[in-house]
């Protein structure tokens, strides 16, 4: 039975990590870092989508560094109605991953 789970698990995967962000560009930079720097298997498509909450610093600077590295397939989008609920909802919307994981990136 053990062995059936496995082989399950073994199939193509598609995951979304969702960053919902407002005026955190530093505390981003550091997220993005760190998944940029996990190993996945080549089973697991995975992307990183980043849902710009209205901010006013410099996280699109932050996402395009990261997008031009070429290390995470990465996409920023942007929701204008303020707060998480309506930032994870259009986070939801905008992809398409079997499974959806929140990440969420807290002040010192």
Known sequence: MQEQLLKKMERDVSIALVICTY????LLDRALDAISKQRVSTQINWSVLVVNNNCTDN???V?????RSGKLRLTMISEQQQGLN???VCGVRNTSGEWIAFIRHYRK
């Not at 005026?23 to 530093?26: M, V």
């Not at 996402?63 to 997008?67: L, N, Q, R, T």
Request: proline fraction near 13%; avoid cysteine; charged fraction near 35%.
């Open 63 to 67: 996402v395009e560094k990261y997008s």
């Open 86 to 88: 309506p930032a994870r």
């Open 59 to 61: 996280t699109p600077e």
């Open 23 to 26: 005026n955190n560009a530093e």
